[in-house]
């Protein structure tokens, strides 16, 4: 157990601070957004997983498994005393490594109830403020001269614009903002983000939660440019794109620490902007592909988010002593 709980440690120390930084450095993840995104989200379960199961495994070492352990201390709770193997360490062990994973756990679920709450609300909203575009039902439009389009998600999905924004876009570049927002929706970006928004809420002085949640909205930010070049080209989105700015994308980034000014967000979206830009110029076609991105170099980044998960959940299954 003992071994399981320093592998697990050293795992867990690996991704809360050298593997994401280098990965939020690294060039490559513009040209595969797909599967960088699969990583961060691999780093994020991994990382989670091994802290707390480091702190399962050295607790429950006395005992030879975590059900041992449980076993043995349940009945310490009721009429004492604690049994003698566990020490004072093993006790705190087992007591942060609940109480780190019912912090994450209701963060998580207190998020999701909000933005729940914050869909329906929009929901309502754009129905009563908006009417729809003109044989395309599922986008409404709102009478504003404010550059701004959006997408709501949840069971009745919908896109939103406003008459400023196509007053000043063509059809293509139209089409093509109204591509980017439904890709978010397709490819359910909004929960991928909720998860990261809400492992930030729950650890805001954490620098790495911060830098992950950036690159994760950076990432579904490049899926959905990709979406609407398959759909009607590189020049419209490139076209709508410098027209439009970053309209409408700067509530999605967090601020730099918290309680920082909303000039922070909009910085950090105007910044994106710019890499996504950048990024059209520099890629070929209308698929996103580019001509340097290492061959070979997908498949050995999926199958490293596999076997990071992999060897957390192989921790977990040695902790409940379904392994030896």
Known sequence: MFLVAGVLGALALALAWPVPVLLSRAAWPSRAPAVALALWQAIALAGGLSMIGCLL?????????????????APALLDGPVPSAFGALEIAALALAGAVALLLILNLAFTAVRA?????????????????????????VLAHPALLAYCVPGIRTTTVLTDGLIEVLDRDELAAVIAHERTHLGQLHHLVRLAFRAWHSAIPWFPIANRAERSVVTLTEMLADDGARRLVGTDALRGALERVGNAGESGSFPDATPGASPDAAMLAARLVRLER???????????GAAQDLPRGLPGLVLATSVGLVAISLTGYAAILGIVP
């Open 116 to 140: 729940e709450r914050e869909r329906r609300k929009q929901h309502q909203l754009v129905d009563v403020l908006s009417h729809p575009l003109p044989d395309d039902p599922r986008t409404r």
């Open 57 to 73: 495994a050295f607790g429950s070492a006395a005992a030879g498994s975590f059900p041992a352990a449980v076993a043995q201390l």
């Open 277 to 287: 830009l950048d990024r059209l110029d520099a890629s070929t076609g209308d698929r």
